[in-house]
Nanobody
Framework: QIQLVESGGGLVQTGDSLRLSCAFS????????MAWFRQGPGKEREFVAA????????HYADSVKGRFTISRDNLKDMAHLQMSSLKPEDTAVYFC????????????????WGQGTQVTVSS
């Protein structure tokens, strides 16, 4: 059984940086794509970033491209999301997700989810 636990959320100001982490427990971490999604207040959950099994291929939502960086450590079974130049519109609950073997941005492709971590960006 795969379990995901996010950490690193908090309250920051516009322009600040924050690093989210996702701890993966279960078999064969390196077999899976890891992704981050977010859900802002009153909004649907949306794709943020994904990384393939080796860490060599990444994909980002246009809204975060150039500001966010996804990474993974296959020795520690961890995934990270480095967020820079944060904006109030980045305020959301951020979820770590996994499941697919190929890089995909579709929410329905991911069947394992963490509980989420709140990120609030004040103006």
């Amino acid at each position: 059984q795969i379990q995901l636990v996010e950490s690193g959320g908090g309250l920051v100001q516009t322009g600040d940086s924050l690093r989210l982490s996702c701890a993966f427990s279960g078999p064969a971490f390196s077999n899976y794509v890891m992704a981050w999604f977010r859900q802002g207040p009153g909004k649907e959950r949306e794709f943020v970033a994904a990384i393939n099994w080796s860490g060599e291929i990444t994909h980002y939502a246009d809204s975060v491209k150039g500001r966010f960086t996804i990474s993974r450590d296959n020795l520690k079974d961890m995934a990270h999301l480095q967020m820079s130049s944060l904006k109030p519109e980045d305020t959301a609950v951020y979820f770590c997700a996994t499941g697919p073997r190929r890089l995909i941005a579709t929410l329905e492709a991911y069947n394992y989810w963490g509980q989420g971590t709140q990120v609030t960006v004040s103006s």
